[in-house]
Nanobody, 124 residues
C-alpha cells in the first residue's frame, strides 16, 4: 500500500506560480511512476504531467507544456509539480497518483494509488 498526500495548493492570481508537492509513504517510492492529474467542476479528471519511476522520462499535457515542470526526490519520497504562468483555466483539484514500474505515464487507468487532492484556484 502507498499513501499519497498532496500539498501546496491555494489561491493565486493569473500569471503567478505554485509548486505542488506529493509525499508518499513507504520505502519503495523509487519503484513508482508518478503522475499529476486535475479535475475541474463538472469535468473529467485529466492528465497533467508524469515522471517515470527511473526519473528519465517526463511527459506533459499540451495545456501545461512549457509552463510546468514535474520532478522527483526519491530521498524525500516526494514528487513536485512546478506551475508557472497560471491561467484561470488551470483552476481544479490536483491529484497525484502512483503506478508501480508504470510505463504509460498519461493513462489514469494505469495508476493504482491516488491522493486526496489539493485545490488550485487561479483568479483573473
Amino acid at each position: 500500500q502507498v499513501q499519497l498526500v498532496e500539498s501546496g495548493g491555494g489561491l493565486v492570481q493569473a500569471g503567478g506560480s505554485l509548486r505542488l508537492s506529493c509525499t508518499a509513504s513507504g520505502r519503495t517510492f523509487s519503484r513508482y511512476t508518478m503522475g499529476w492529474f486535475r479535475q475541474a467542476p463538472g469535468k473529467e479528471r485529466e492528465f497533467v504531467a508524469g515522471i517515470s519511476w527511473s526519473g528519465r522520462t517526463t511527459t506533459y499535457a499540451d495545456s501545461v507544456k512549457g509552463r510546468s515542470t514535474i520532478s522527483r526526490d526519491n530521498a524525500k519520497n516526494t514528487v513536485y509539480l512546478q506551475m508557472n504562468s497560471l491561467k484561470p483555466e488551470d483552476t481544479a483539484v490536483y491529484y497525484c497518483a502512483a503506478d508501480l514500474f508504470g510505463t504509460r505515464l498519461d493513462n489514469k487507468g494505469e495508476y493504482d494509488y491516488w491522493g486526496q487532492g489539493t485545490q488550485v484556484t487561479v483568479s483573473s
